[in-house]
């Protein structure tokens, strides 16, 4: 399967804890997005990456989250020090940077903070 | 700021029924929009992307205007079958790589 791939697809982790997540995204797809999806919401962004450059961070990623692109292939999310408010979907997705720009997304990291 | 709302919230119809989503944004300046569906518990499956030129794209049952000039589009459903209820989501689109999502319309095609 050539499509974006998350891991892992759940966590459950205690308060205070930290975690990573992993995106793998479309192997000719230059751009990456990070979004985060609660209950009955539409997925929020995040932050995006260009190759390896990370172009766009959200106010919502506050000084506990982190992302990376270091090779422009795959990417990793962090959450230090998760937070209840933390828990949600995490949801990466790829496309080109020219053209339609159109996005394919993967199937997502829940998050449980206890 | 975009901002981006879908009306209704909830749908539900009897199979066989053709239904419109709607789903409105406050900026014209849009590079692209896109419909997405997406099942409970996963992630999001691209069904349609309109650009900013275009006026509607086509895909089987499914057909996506886009009016910018007065910030709507509009997703309709054909003939639905119980296999279409799901929640879908429009998402607006700078070229510039961030997209703004509406809440959703969680349809429900009843047998």
């Known amino acids: 399967d050539t499509g974006v791939s998350q891991d892992p697809r759940h966590k459950i982790t205690k308060r205070g804890q930290n975690v990573t997540f992993r995106c793998d995204p479309i192997?000719?797809?230059?751009?990456l997005y990070w979004y985060r999806q609660t209950l009955g919401q539409g997925p929020e962004f995040l932050t995006y990456?260009?190759?390896?450059?990370?172009?766009?961070k959200s106010r919502l990623l506050s000084d506990r989250f982190s992302a990376e692109r270091p090779k422009g292939s795959f990417s990793t999310l962090e959450i230090q020090r998760t937070e209840q408010g933390d828990s949600a979907m995490y949801l990466c997705?790829?496309?080109?940077?020219?053209?339609?720009?159109?996005?394919?997304f993967g199937p997502g990291t829940r998050l449980t903070v206890l | 700021k975009q901002e981006v709302t879908q009306i209704p919230a909830a749908l539900s119809v009897p199979e066989g029924e053709n239904l419109v989503l709607n789903c409105s944004f406050t900026d014209s300046a849009i590079y692209n929009l896109q419909w997405f569906r997406q099942d409970p518990g996963k992630g999001l499956t691209s069904l349609l992307l309109i650009q900013s030129s275009q006026r509607e794209q086509t895909s089987g049952r499914l057909n996506a205007s886009l009016d910018k000039s007065s910030g709507r589009s509009t997703l309709y459903i054909a003939a639905s079958q119980p296999g279409d209820s799901a929640t879908y989501l429009c998402?607006?689109?700078?070229?510039?790589?961030?997209?703004?999502f509406g809440d959703g319309t969680t349809l429900t095609v009843k047998p």
């Open positions: 192997s000719e797809h230059n751009r």
């Open positions: 998402a607006v689109n700078t070229n510039a790589g961030k997209s703004t």
């Open positions: 990456f260009q190759n390896e450059a990370q172009l766009e």
């Open positions: 997705a790829s496309s080109l940077a020219s053209g339609s720009v159109e996005q394919f």
